[in-house]
């Protein structure tokens, strides 16, 4: 297993936007955390991510977009206090509601299930429905 990045702060710069220097060292530190979270994902469906990339160059690219968005999504998270979408309070009798942009928060909520199908690591849900027929009576 390489643990060599698949994405580096240049990409990020160069796909979204120049960092500040806190965003920087943060991204540095969070660029190998997200890959092996995404090669440890791989490895439960029974894939290995390094050679999938190693022997597709559009794959390897479709990789480094989903680690660029999903790093973004780390980097967007508020560092101080929490992060609120939308925030509504009251008066006298007193009423306060917010909502939460990222619940959870972390690298492994920065990994989306849509991200993991573009890169067909997705695990498929099964399910399943049952049918009760009964006479309506009971006894």
């Known amino acids: ?16 936007r120049p960092l ?25 469906v029974g894939k290995n991510l ?8 559009a794959y390897a690219s479709v990789v480094k977009e989903v680690t660029v968005d999903s790093t973004t999504r780390v980097l967007r998270q508020a560092m101080e206090g929490d992060a609120m ?15 939460y942009a990222v ?6 909520n920065a990994i989306m299930r849509n991200d993991l199908k573009r890169l067909g690591l ?3 849900q099964y399910g399943s429905e049952f049918l009760w027929q009964g006479s309506g009576a009971l006894t």
């Open 1 to 16: 297993m390489s643990n060599q990045p698949y994405e580096t702060v240049n990409d990020i710069e160069t796909l979204w």
């Open 20 to 44: 500040t220097q806190s965003e920087q060292a943060r991204a540095e530190a969070i660029l190998p955390l997200l890959s092996d979270t995404l090669r440890v994902i791989a490895k439960g």
């Open 50 to 57: 390094d050679e999938m990339v190693a022997a597709d160059e």
């Open 85 to 99: 979408t939308q925030e509504s309070m009251s008066g006298l009798g007193y009423s306060w509601q917010g909502t």
């Open 103 to 108: 619940p959870g928060g972390g690298i492994a």
């Open 122 to 124: 997705a695990r498929q």
